[in-house]
């Protein structure tokens, strides 16, 4: 069983940065793939990032087109943490932002890939 427990979110101008974090539980946390996604009002839930770390210090990463060079995922192996940086943010990136948890994955990119959510964070840009 892995819990998830989000903060960082909160309200910030156009252009802005935010850094989200994403605290684990369970020993086994450095074994799953992690992902971000974010749902707007009345929107479908989406991707936003995901990362694997199977391999120690190496691992790969998996970017939305829409945030790909602006957005970070990392991890803090002592903390149990996975985060987020966000940098250069839109208006249009308001939403509530959920960290998840995956045993396995085929493409990581599918919210029905994953087995545990956080409840989530409010992030708000203001124009």
């Keep these: 069983q892995v819990q998830l427990v989000e903060s960082g979110g909160g309200l910030v101008q156009a252009g802005g940065s935010l850094r989200l974090s994403c605290a684990a539980s369970g020993r086994t946390f450095s074994r799953y793939t992690m992902g971000w996604f974010r749902q707007a009002l009345e929107k479908e839930r989406e991707f936003v990032a995901t990362a ?16 790909k060079g602006r957005f970070t995922i990392y991890r803090d ?7 987020l940086q966000m940098n250069s943010l839109k208006p249009e990136e308001t939403a509530v932002y959920y960290c998840a948890a995956a045993r396995t994955v085929r493409t990581g990119r599918l919210t029905d890939e994953y087995d ?11 124009s």
């Design 52 to 67: 694997n770390w199977s391999g120690g210090s190496t691992y790969y990463a998996y970017y939305a087109h829409s945030v």
């Design 77 to 83: 192996n002592a903390k149990n943490t996975v985060y």
């Design 116 to 126: 545990y959510w956080g409840q989530g964070t409010q992030v708000t840009v203001s």
